[in-house]
């Protein structure tokens, strides 16, 4: 029986490549508080119009220039209007694997951010290494109509990696023994 499956086609082991399609993921994250990240420099003393103000961040010395060197109240109000207002801001990240959008709100300090991304679709190649061969062992136990005869049955047998199967089998049937031997074969798969 061995040299059968030795010399039967499918015995050698067979590498089988499948693609597997994963699918886009899409998701997002609510509006955040953001965390603050403390400066590690001393604090600084900012002049505003000869007056100090001490300050824990760095500060945009050139639009501290203009602000000090501005004269008219009008100008200077637009400044501060300006400095006060909330904006929105819309980061877009991209490569091979992933797309998202970060967006942010701030007013001198951020009010928060949100995020959405995408995981884009991809196919991915896996090389697989199918079974050589598979022993398999089993039984069976039957009885007749009338309760009154019992019959038992005994198997091995072995597998391809095509799926065929040799078996051989050892059966008790009416005070008689028998022994067995056939094959079972693939003749379709549907996938």
């Known amino acids: 029986?061995?040299?059968?499956?030795?010399?039967?086609?499918?015995c050698g082991r067979e590498k089988q490549i499948i693609t597997v399609k994963v699918p886009v993921v899409q998701?997002?994250?609510?509006?955040?508080?953001?965390?603050l990240?403390?400066?590690k420099e001393p604090a600084k003393v900012v002049y505003l119009q000869g007056r100090p103000f001490p300050v824990e961040n760095p500060v945009n010395d050139s639009l501290l220039a203009i602000y000090n060197q501005t004269k008219d109240s009008l100008k200077r109000a637009r400044m501060?209007?300006?400095?006060?207002?909330?904006?929105?801001?819309?980061?877009?990240?991209?490569?091979?694997y992933l797309k998202a959008d970060v967006?942010?709100?701030?007013q001198g300090y951020s009010k928060g951010v949100r995020l959405e991304y995408e995981?884009?679709?991809?196919?991915?190649?896996?090389?697989?290494?199918?079974?050589?061969?598979?022993?398999l062992f089993?039984?069976?136990?039957?009885?007749?109509?009338?309760?009154?005869?019992f019959i038992w049955e005994v198997d091995a047998a072995a597998q391809n990696a095509k799926g065929n199967i040799i078996e051989a089998s050892y059966l008790r049937l009416n005070k008689q023994n028998y022994g067995l031997i056939g094959g079972k074969f693939s003749i379709f798969n549907i996938k």
């Open 1 to 10: 029986m061995l040299i059968i499956l030795l010399t039967w086609k499918g």
């Open 80 to 96: 501060y209007i300006d400095a006060i207002q909330i904006r929105e801001y819309k980061n877009h990240f991209e490569d091979e």
């Open 27 to 35: 998701g997002e994250f609510n509006w955040q508080e953001s965390t």
């Open 37 to 39: 990240i403390p400066n």
């Open 138 to 149: 089993g039984g069976k136990i039957g009885v007749n109509q009338d309760l009154d005869s």
């Open 119 to 135: 995981i884009k679709e991809r196919k991915i190649t896996q090389e697989i290494e199918s079974t050589r061969l598979r022993l």
């Open 103 to 106: 967006f942010s709100k701030v």
